[in-house]
């Protein structure tokens, strides 16, 4: 992963985000989003 | 750092689901889908409705990707991921579509593997999710991600978060206790025990104790998150998170692949299945991929895997409070003091409150009827969605008439003698009882394949859950294909001498202890 992590200026090799924490709240925004869209829809 | 890629490949995989749409909606795939199981082949409504979206999304973003001009800046940086997991998702389809049914057409027709009693690819578990897998190792170990795709891969992790979120929309209040309450003892146990065990080991082989603690919380609680969240208050250096990731990753990609093979030989429940993932299987990422390996079609094994998982994560707080005492106690030369309350805030992974969430919000029942249970709805009515086609017949009857003598619980046969007096189903109750009872396989296969077709007849699932397992199904499928991009031999090279010796002997106890548990506590469905 080393070599990899240099690739990038932002994020880490495994996440574009910068920390698990920005990764989780986007999680859960698109979880509400994907929620919301599955309960207007159906 | 400009990173959008100035190439055709997004175009060109758009281009690609577009005609996998066309070909399959005017029927030219006809033939093809025959070949592959005909009427039993159930991706015919995906192949016309979700390459057309993704299709033309491709194409719009790849024409501006090809032709237009970019600079340096946060839409650059994220629109560059779309031509990444576009990637990912286009070979997900390609190995869900067409490569796992040829797979298992192949294997099919090479016949059963000896007494087993069945194929090779269900033994082997060689079905989208594996294939999916291992077709992102072969292509990064083999061919490398290119370059255009490299940012996009990023996201696969983002997508297992957003799944494990909206799995949260699945479960009923009665579910969760139930699974909760065996997955706390369990969990309590295993995670204990692990983490004792490796700094046990760590001291007798002596390795630093900063190497240890921070082995100890990857190979007890839920690797990467609590490798990080703990590296602080065991002062772990760089290299030796790196140490733990390697081995944690190099143990669990193999336990992905070796548990479903396991599980098929052992004719294991999926409720025992699940519960040994998750309790054996060290990564979150991990431990979905196998529970959706064991059961493909159906999420009721990742259902249960992931309630271990997350009582897992839940452990987190105090195995980091565990530590920090652990650590002061043994070293003389603690550099500086660190808060625990602010490590356990600052690293605590929030997609766990985030599912917690999406459980109470499904509690209110917005998503399903209130008495849904398991997604799904009970109605033995014509009102409530009961079919008189479905009613039992004669042979099937007899059939179950002849294997009753088999049962020997009261509360089951009570059960199995009023399905046959009225020839479907009665009760809810009735319902869970003879699904415990199909799980425990204490009847013929031929009974069993009754009892869950009398199941399956008075059981109607809400549109709203249909829609939710097929958004979890797919962010499970691109994450775990994205995962397998990250999964390089360099770095599973990092696991290194001793840290890899421990985390093998203890990863082995456990998954080896955990499997007998399971096997003595869990006999059936919950």
């Known amino acids: 992963m080393s070599d990899q992590e240099e690739k990038y200026d932002r994020g880490s090799a495994l996440s574009i985000f910068g920390s698990d924490r920005k990764e989780d709240f986007i999680a859960l925004i698109l979880a509400l989003a994907v929620a919301l869209y599955v309960y207007v829809s159906n | ?526």
């Not at chain 2, 290299?239 to 193999?254: D, F, H, K, M, R």
């Not at chain 2, 519960?275 to 249960?304: H, M």
């Not at chain 2, 565990?322 to 002061?328: R, S, T």
């Not at chain 2, 209110?364 to 008189?388: C, L, M, Q, S, V």
Request: aromatic share 10%.
């Open chain 2, 1 to 526: 750092m400009v990173y959008t890629q100035k190439s055709s490949a997004l175009f060109i995989i758009g281009l690609a689901m577009l005609a996998i749409w066309y070909t399959a909606d005017a029927g030219l795939l006809s033939g093809y889908i025959e070949h592959l199981g005909g009427e039993k082949y159930k991706y015919l409504p995906e192949l016309i409705t979700i390459p057309i979206y993704f299709g033309i999304l491709s194409v719009v973003i790849g024409a501006w990707q090809w032709f237009g001009s970019h600079k340096e800046g946060h839409w650059d940086y994220y629109s560059s991921t779309v031509a990444g997991a576009m990637f990912i998702l286009f070979i997900a389809m390609l190995v869900r579509w067409f490569v796992a049914p040829e797979v298992a057409v192949i294997s099919t027709g090479m016949g059963e593997v000896g007494d087993t009693g069945k194929h090779l690819h269900k033994l082997l578990g060689l079905n989208y999710v594996v294939l999916g897998i291992l077709a992102g190792i072969i292509v990064v170990n083999f061919f490398k991600v290119p370059e255009w795709a490299a940012n996009g891969v990023r996201l696969s992790r983002l997508g297992l978060k957003t799944g494990v979120i909206l799995l949260g929309t699945l479960y009923s209040a009665a579910e969760l206790k139930n699974l909760g309450g065996l997955s706390i003892v369990m969990i309590g146990f295993f995670v204990l025990g692990s983490v004792g065990m490796v700094l046990w080991l760590g001291s007798r082989m002596k390795i630093p104790n900063s190497m240890g603690g921070v082995l100890s919380a990857g190979m007890g609680v839920c690797g990467v998150s609590a490798t990080v969240a703990s590296a602080p208050v065991v002062q772990a250096k760089s290299v030796e998170i790196a140490y733990t990731i390697g081995t944690i990753l190099l143990w669990g990609v193999g336990c992905m692949f070796v548990f479903p093979i396991i599980g098929n030989l052992l004719g294991m429940s999926y409720v025992q299945f699940g519960a040994w993932a998750g309790t054996g299987i060290l990564n979150s990422a991990q431990v979905a991929g196998a529970a959706l390996a064991y059961q493909p079609d159906g999420i009721e094994t990742l259902k249960v895997a992931e309630i271990f998982n997350i009582t897992r994560v839940l452990v987190l707080p105090i195995i980091v409070l565990w530590l920090a005492v652990w650590y002061v106690r043994r070293e003389e030369n603690v550099t500086h003091q660190v808060n625990v309350g602010t490590v356990i805030f600052e690293k605590f992974p929030v997609f766990v409150i985030g599912f917690i969430l999406m459980f109470a919000l499904s509690t209110t029942g917005i998503f399903a009827p209130p008495n849904h249970y398991k997604g799904k709805f009970f109605g033995n009515t014509a009102e409530t969605g009961f079919k008189d086609e479905k009613l039992l017949k004669g042979d099937q009857i007899a059939t179950l008439q002849s294997e009753s003598g088999s049962v020997q619980r009261a509360d089951r046969k009570e059960a199995l003698q009023r399905l046959i007096d009225n020839g479907k189903v009665m009760t809810i109750e009735d319902d869970d009882t003879l699904r415990g009872l199909a799980n425990a396989k204490v009847m013929s296969k031929d009974a069993n394949k009754i009892l869950k077709g009398a199941h399956k007849a008075v059981r109607h699932t809400a549109k709203k859950v249909k829609a939710f397992r097929k958004w979890i199904t797919w962010l499970f499928a691109f994450g775990l294909v994205g995962l397998g991009m990250q999964i390089t031999v360099s770095s599973m090279r990092q696991a290194g001498g001793q840290p890899a010796v421990i985390g093998g002997i203890v990863g082995f106890i456990k998954a080896a202890l955990s499997l007998v548990v399971v096997m003595m506590l869990i006999s059936e469905t919950i």
